[in-house]
């Protein structure tokens, strides 16, 4: 099925672990973006990319670290997780005329 | 810098009345709008957007928004609102660096009375 899917949609860790959430999206879209959500903060860029092994910082990329290795894929990994990062991420690609959301994934840490 | 503003955190409105959420946005030429929803659990469904052209815009779902530069504003609308439309309601604006970053209001909850 054509789309952006997330994994795993549900996540509970200990603080101090390494995460990887997971991104991919099956339209060759060149530009591809990790949010998070928080009460009272809305979305937050986090990291974005503007095409395989281009990524760049968002508003608040500290203690998270990406990868495009391929277009469809877009990894994000939380390398010593903190309860602090506890929120919903949202990874989404671009067309060039919008941004497709992937369905989220919530993430825990405790 | 550019910067989107949602005014109200929280909109309460009964089924079957109309329904107004606003949106002003900052930025120096023609911005690229977006409004999108969020249904609880779920992930953002684009409702509608902006580039050029008319200043009235249609959507999904019955939604349409318009954009008045004078106002800097892009405020959706719906004549009539369902029970299914309570959801939280966002504004964005591309950020104009051609890195497609979107610059996003801090949104709007809407609640919808029987």
């Known amino acids: 099925d054509a789309g952006i899917t997330q994994s795993p949609r549900y996540k509970i860790t200990e603080t101090g672990r390494q995460v990887t959430l997971m991104c991919h999206q099956t339209?060759?879209?060149?530009?591809m973006f990790w949010y998070r959500q928080d009460l009272g903060h809305g979305l937050r860029l986090i990291y974005y990319s503007a095409a395989a092994d281009i990524t760049d910082k968002g508003e608040v990329p500290d203690g998270y670290v990406v990868s495009r290795s391929k277009t469809e894929n877009f990894p994000l990994t939380l390398e010593s997780a903190t309860r602090s990062q506890t929120s919903v991420y949202f990874c989404a690609s671009d067309s060039g005329r919008e941004q497709f959301f992937g369905p989220g994934t919530r993430l825990t840490v405790l | 810098a550019q910067s989107v503003t949602q005014p109200d955190i929280h909109i309460t409105v009964s089924e079957g009345a109309s329904l107004e959420l606003r949106c002003n946005y900052s930025y120096g030429a023609t911005p690229y709008l977006f409004w999108y929803v969020q249904s609880p659990g779920q992930g953002l469904q684009l409702l509608l957007k902006?580039?050029?052209?008319?200043?009235l815009v249609q959507g999904i779902k019955g939604f349409e928004a318009e954009f008045k530069r004078s106002q800097s504003s892009f405020n959706l609308r719906k004549p009539s609102v369902h029970w299914s439309d309570a959801a939280e309601y966002f504004c964005a604006v591309y950020l104009m660096d051609s890195s497609y970053k979107l610059i996003f209001g801090s949104g709007t909850r809407l609640l919808v009375r029987p």
């Open positions: 902006y580039f050029s052209g008319d200043t």
């Open positions: 339209w060759s879209h060149s530009y």
